[in-house]
């Protein structure tokens, strides 16, 4: 299974002002609904080789997106690197494409 790329309402062609991470306090990072998606999966955010975030579906049809905020004080000016994992309730696990978005 594939999984959808994440979304960064915040970014511009994947890049970040800072002024824009001040005004909600980090990075707004939104995992749109899968294909398959399943109650009691687990949907993993990694910023940089840190896991930072997960959520469990409870519903399907009200869960998604799922919206994560990584919190500014981890979000220095630069380069960073952005993936999801899906962790179904066999311990399938998947992951999306690794996405690098550039702070300003």
Not at 75 to 101: C, E, K, M, W
Request: charged fraction near 15%.
């Amino acid at each position: 299974m594939a999984l959808p790329d994440l979304i960064l309402p915040q970014a511009t062609n994947n890049v970040i002002q800072s002024a824009d991470i001040a005004l909600v306090g980090g990075v707004a990072v939104s995992i749109p609904a899968y294909i398959g998606a399943q109650q009691g999966d687990l949907v993993c955010i990694s910023w940089g080789n840190m896991r930072r975030a997960a959520a469990v579906i409870a519903d399907v049809n009200q869960d998604f997106p799922v919206v994560f905020l990584i919190p500014d004080d981890l979000t220095a000016i630069g380069q960073h690197a952005l993936i999801y994992d899906v962790t179904d309730n066999f311990d399938n696990s998947v992951s999306s494409d690794p996405v690098t978005i550039t702070i300003e």
